[in-house]
């Protein structure tokens, strides 16, 4: 499985961002996509996530701010997208965002896997 983010850049404090990510590969089920983020000198956190059935999670720092959603056009994942629409971006939102799929190969239907993306950096300048 291959996860591939794109969108990330510099913005000012108060403007928006759009992240999206990719996955491609033997992906035989999804259970979940998300995004986490780590900012320098910090852990690794979620910042939101959609599970299948289409329920949202967010970190409560970026509730309102941010918002999730996916997309599966064929079940042959010919095209599995999970997007993150980042509006009202503070300095503290700076870092690098990860793509992350929780979800099955073809090679193993029932074992399910974490897969990670390498990252998109998100500066946002005060």
């Known amino acids: 499985v291959q996860l591939q983010a794109s969108g990330g850049g510099l913005v000012q404090a108060g403007g928006s961002l759009n992240l999206s990510c990719a996955a491609s590969?033997?992906?035989?089920?999804?259970?979940?996509m998300g995004w986490y983020r780590q900012a320098p000198g910090k852990q690794r956190e979620l910042v939101a996530d959609?599970?299948?059935?289409?329920?949202?999670?967010?970190?409560?720092?970026v509730k309102g701010r941010f918002t999730i959603s996916s997309v599966v056009i064929s079940s042959d994942n010919a095209k599995n997208m999970v997007y993150l629409q980042m509006s009202s971006l503070k300095p503290e939102d700076t870092a690098v965002y990860y793509c992350?799929?929780?979800?099955?190969?073809?090679?193993?239907?029932?074992?399910?896997?974490?897969?990670w993306g390498r990252g998109t950096l998100v500066t946002v300048s005060s």
């Open positions: 590969g033997s992906i035989f089920r999804i259970d979940l």
């Open positions: 992350y799929l929780r979800g099955s190969t073809w090679a193993a239907p029932a074992v399910l896997g974490d897969y």
């Open positions: 959609i599970i299948s059935g289409g329920s949202t999670n967010y970190a409560d720092s």
